[in-house]
């Protein structure tokens, strides 16, 4: 794990995380690479944003290790490395867009012109002056990401990002986040919708806190035999019941 760790930008060794007598996570190991998208796909209460707390360093694990960049989870090295948008809206609703992104920018120390530059990357120029409160659930979204980008991290962790939203607004965001990913950011981007996982360089898939599978969408194909992902993740499920 050590090595991987180094190449890796998430690296999860053995992690169990319990809340009072429910054991949350079980025993789950994988690492996510750098420079790329891993989509972290499960039903709503697998564990999903349980995990995604332990990787951004908020969450008390029972066991095992997180590392993040080569660092410990949490780490107050990585607080401005990793950003991390929750499902929640992370913005004040009484101030603009830009407003908005001025604060922030503030609170984080961002450089001078680096607000523009973020309204530019999560395509808000139209609606810069306009209440947050007012916008579509799709704009909000890119704002709470704008304001996560202001740092310029190196990680993005997003916490099912498009839950609610229609189509147009979920391609949109996707585009957004691929557009990072070239750029040389590294995403880990959650959803309980698995027509989203073909937009993913690699996955992470979870049920009941279990991880059932960490590889790219092609390996997970090619070692179920179904195309179609959906149906891959169901061969997962029953192969693992026939298991028990």
């Known amino acids: 794990m050590a090595g991987e760790s180094v190449a890796a930008a998430i690296a999860v060794d053995g992690l169990h995380v319990r809340r009072g007598d429910n054991a949350v996570l079980h025993g789950l190991s994988f690492t996510a690479p750098r420079g790329q998208i891993t989509g972290l796909l499960g039903p709503s209460g697998c564990g999903k944003s349980t995990l995604m707390r332990a990787i951004v360093g908020v969450q008390i694990v029972e066991s095992g290790s997180v590392e993040v960049l080569g660092e410990p989870a949490g780490s107050e090295s990585l607080r401005h490395r990793v950003g991390y948008v929750t499902q929640a809206p992370s913005v004040y609703g009484d101030l603009s867009v830009r407003e908005n992104l001025e604060f922030f920018a503030r609170v984080l120390g961002a450089p001078s012109g680096r607000v523009a530059e973020v309204i530019e990357a999560v395509s808000l120029g139209e609606h810069v002056d306009q209440v947050v409160g007012s ?7 890119r704002v709470s990401l704008g304001t996560a980008l202001l ?3 190196e990680l993005l962790v997003l916490d099912e990002p498009t839950v609610g939203l229609d189509p147009v607004l979920r391609q949109e965001l996707w585009a957004t986040f691929g557009e990072l990913a070239v750029a040389g950011a590294t995403l880990l981007v959650s959803s309980h919708v698995m027509d989203e996982a073909d937009r993913c360089d690699s996955l992470l898939l979870m049920r009941e806190g279990d991880l059932l599978a960490s590889e790219t969408p092609a390996a997970l194909r090619e070692r179920t035999g179904k195309q ?3 149906d891959a993740f169901l061969a997962l499920i029953e192969g693992r ?3 028990r």
């Open 228 to 230: 179609g992902l959906e």
């Open 135 to 141: 916008l579509s659930g799709g704009q909000r979204s």
């Open 151 to 153: 740092g310029e991290p």
């Open 241 to 243: 019941e026939e298991g």
